[in-house]
Every structure is written in C-alpha cells, then in structure tokens.
C-alpha cells in the first residue's frame, strides 16, 4: 500500500470510526477525492475483513465500532520497565514473518502488533484469518540461550501468561487446549504459533505468535471450527490497547521466568485450565490416531493419554488434540 493510499485509508477510517453513515460524496469532498475513489478504498478495507454497510442514498457505515490500536494507549497498560519497543503496524502479511525478516538483532520483548494480517497463520501452515481491527495480532522475539532444548513446554507457559491477562481484563472461564488454543464455551478464542530460528546446539531465536479474537464480523466462513470471540465473552466489551499492554506484560513476565525456571512454575496453573481434563479424545499423530482419556500433562509440557496400556506421554508439534 502506497504511503498516500494509507493516509487516505486512516483518514477515512477516523470519519466513519463515530459509527454514523456517511454519504460517499460528503466523504470524498472532506478527504479531497472522488467518489469513486471513496467506494475503491471501501472495497479494500472489505477485503481485508471490516464490516461495512453500504445503503443506497445513505452512505456507509461500520458494521461495529472500530477500537484502533493506539501505542500510547497501550503504553499506559505496560510496565515502563519493558526492555524493548513495541511496533504497532497497519496491514501485514504476518506479524511472525515480520519479526522473523528483522535482520537486526532484536531485544528480548520486541513486539509488534498489526490491525490486520493477509498471510496470518496457524501450526500445519494452517491459515489464521485476521479481519481488520477484530482481534489482536500479536508477535514477541525472545532469544533462548540455552537453544531447543530448552524450550520444550513454552507454548504451555504462553498459553497460561494469556489466561492471566485475560483474567487481568476481567475475562473469566478461558481454558487451555493442548498443545497451543485458547478456548471457552468448547471454542477457538485464540491459538499461539511459536517459530524458532537456530542452530543445534547453540543459542535460538523463537517468535512468538497470539492471535486473539475481539469482534470478529459475525458472517466469517473460513474458520473451519467453532470460534467464539471476546465481544461474546466481555460486557461491555474489552478495550484492544488495554488487552494488548497486558498482554505484552504477562508474556514479558513469563518468558522471563521460562527462561530461568523453565515450564515447573506454570504446570499447576496449566492443570487447573486444562479443556480435555481426564475426557475422552483422539491424539492425531500424522496418519496415526490413538484414542483414550486424556490426563493432562507431565513434568516435560508431554500430553498424558491413558489406555488399556497404561498412560502414556506423547510429545512433539506434530500431534492435533480432538474430542471424541
Ligand atoms: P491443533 O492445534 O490441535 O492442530 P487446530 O485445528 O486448532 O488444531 P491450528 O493450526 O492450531 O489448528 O490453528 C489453525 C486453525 O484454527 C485453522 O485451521 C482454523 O480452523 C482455525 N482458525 C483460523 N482462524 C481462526 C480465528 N480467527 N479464530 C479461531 N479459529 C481460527
Ligand atoms: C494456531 O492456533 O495454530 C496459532 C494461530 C496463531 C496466530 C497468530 S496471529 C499473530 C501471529 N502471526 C501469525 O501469522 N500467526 C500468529
């Protein structure tokens, strides 16, 4: 997107941010275009997933109102103390590919955050859709010292580090999904992706990915399971800057604390959020599916399955948790 092209759109956006229809010719004269280029930007910002109404001798008006992020409303919800900077970007590809593109050495706790992703994704290379300003998009670089095989659990620990922002925000009865979902009422609330870049046997370089659903527009299709956001889940509804400043707080304290005591503090807290506690479900292992009732996790972060033989751990990115 051209620097004058996103001006326009930002522009745009603060008009029709009050929530009112607006006529595209009133648009169009307040921002010094056409109509026509009024209705093209339109069309891109549907594109990228805001809701927008369109009536006829009306105008347009937002399907919901529109909680852009703010940095320094963000701010006011992190600790001063926070060791790096915090990028908040417009339409990206992928706030985890960005951090990973960065050829600078980042500090630990360097954020980024997007109001929009057209490549967000998933474990797999599963697709994470990501409409404009409806969730949070959110990726932290943290460099381990210790390499790979420290980091066995860590997608536990970030699971648990946004339960208590959440339950921070005054949202209650999220639960965990092994290895990486957030859930409540049984559906997707957020899911975290986790890329770790190094060599075996040195020091690595991880992103950690969240994606959070706030007001996703109610007529999404692509999500191939039962989603739920926090507009469902938070009266009135949670403000996005002050979720993300205590986000970024609570991963920048549990990443601290994994780094130094690795996944033992989190373990009870994990247990306690547990979605499948001793239920009955299948472990997809790549074409393999063993079937049992789930008995939370071990020591290591490994999901415990019982069988006719036992229990046993299971672990590896390579395995998926289903109900049965
Ligand atoms: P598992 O992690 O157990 O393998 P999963 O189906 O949740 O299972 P992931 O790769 O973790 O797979 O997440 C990607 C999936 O999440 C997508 O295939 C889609 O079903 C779902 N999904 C995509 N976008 C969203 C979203 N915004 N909110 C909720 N769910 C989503
Ligand atoms: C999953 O459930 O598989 C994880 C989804 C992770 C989505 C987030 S959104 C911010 C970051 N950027 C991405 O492209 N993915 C993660």
Same mark, same amino acid.
């Given at each position: 997107?051209?620097?004058?092209s996103?001006?326009?759109?930002?522009?745009?956006?603060?008009?029709?941010?009050?929530?009112?229809?607006?006529?595209?010719?009133?648009?169009?004269?307040?921002?010094?275009?056409?109509?026509?280029?009024?209705?093209?930007?339109?069309?891109?910002?549907?594109?990228?997933?805001?809701?927008?109404?369109?009536?006829?001798?009306?105008?347009?008006?937002?399907?919901?109102?529109?909680?852009?992020?703010?940095?320094?409303k963000?701010?006011?919800?992190?600790?001063?103390?926070?060791?790096?900077e915090?990028?908040?970007?417009?339409?990206?590809?992928?706030t985890?590919?960005?951090?990973?593109?960065?050829?600078?050495?980042?500090?630990?706790?360097?954020? @980024?955050?997007?109001?929009?992703?057209?490549?967000?994704?998933?474990?797999?290379?599963?697709? %994470?859709?990501?409409?404009?300003?409806?969730?949070?998009?959110?990726?932290?670089?943290?460099?381990?010292?210790?390499?790979?095989?420290?980091?066995?659990?860590?997608s536990l620990?970030?699971?648990?580090?946004?339960?208590?922002?959440?339950?921070? @925000?005054?949202?209650?009865?999220?639960?965990?999904? %092994?290895?990486?979902?957030?859930?409540?009422?049984?559906?997707?609330?957020a899911?975290?992706?986790?890329?770790?870049?190094?060599?075996?046997?040195?020091? @690595?370089?991880?992103?950690?990915?969240?994606?959070?659903?706030?007001?996703?527009?109610?007529?999404i299709?692509?999500?191939?399971?039962?989603?739920?956001?926090?507009?469902?889940?938070?009266?009135?509804?949670?403000?996005?800057? &002050?979720?993300?400043?205590?986000l970024?707080?609570?991963?920048?304290?549990?990443?601290?604390?994994?780094?130094?005591?690795?996944?033992?503090?989190?373990?009870?807290?994990?247990?306690?959020?547990?979605?499948?506690?001793?239920?009955?479900?299948?472990?997809?292992?790549?074409?393999? &599916?063993?079937?049992?009732?789930s008995?939370g996790?071990?020591?290591?972060?490994?999901?415990?399955?019982?069988?006719?033989?036992?229990?046993?751990?299971?672990?590896?990115?390579?395995?998926?948790?289903?109900?049965i």
């Amino acid at each position: 997107m051209s620097k004058s092209s996103e001006l326009v759109r930002g522009n745009l956006l603060s008009i029709l941010a009050d929530n009112k229809f607006h006529s595209g010719e009133t648009l169009g004269k307040t921002l010094g275009i056409s109509r026509a280029s009024i209705s093209n930007h339109i069309k891109v910002f549907s594109s990228l997933g805001l809701d927008i109404y369109s009536v006829t001798g009306k105008g347009y008006r937002l399907a919901q109102p529109l909680m852009l992020l703010n940095l320094d409303k963000i701010k006011e919800h992190f600790l001063s103390t926070h060791p790096a900077e915090i990028e908040v970007l417009n339409v990206i590809g992928s706030t985890n590919q960005y951090l990973k593109d960065k050829s600078i050495e980042l500090k630990n706790g360097h954020t @980024c955050l997007a109001e929009a992703q057209t490549a967000g994704r998933g474990r797999h290379g599963r697709k %994470w859709v990501s409409p404009y300003a409806a969730s949070l998009y959110l990726s932290m670089h943290w460099s381990f010292a210790g390499g790979y095989a420290v980091l066995g659990g860590l997608s536990l620990a970030i699971g648990v580090a946004i339960v208590d922002a959440l339950n921070q @925000c005054g949202v209650k009865g999220v639960q965990l999904k %092994w290895p990486n979902d957030i859930y409540a009422q049984g559906k997707k609330l957020a899911g975290v992706l986790i890329e770790v870049e190094g060599q075996m046997g040195s020091g @690595c370089q991880a992103v950690i990915g969240v994606g959070l659903n706030v007001t996703l527009p109610k007529n999404i299709e692509e999500i191939g399971q039962p989603w739920i956001d926090l507009s469902q889940l938070s009266d009135p509804l949670i403000n996005r800057n &002050t979720l993300a400043g205590t986000l970024v707080n609570e991963l920048t304290k549990s990443l601290t604390l994994f780094e130094s005591s690795g996944l033992e503090p989190f373990i009870a807290k994990w247990r306690a959020l547990d979605v499948y506690a001793n239920q009955g479900v299948k472990l997809i292992i790549g074409q393999q &599916t063993v079937t049992g009732v789930s008995r939370g996790i071990d020591a290591n972060g490994a999901i415990l399955l019982e069988t006719e033989q036992g229990v046993k751990a299971y672990h590896g990115g390579e395995i998926s948790v289903r109900p049965i």
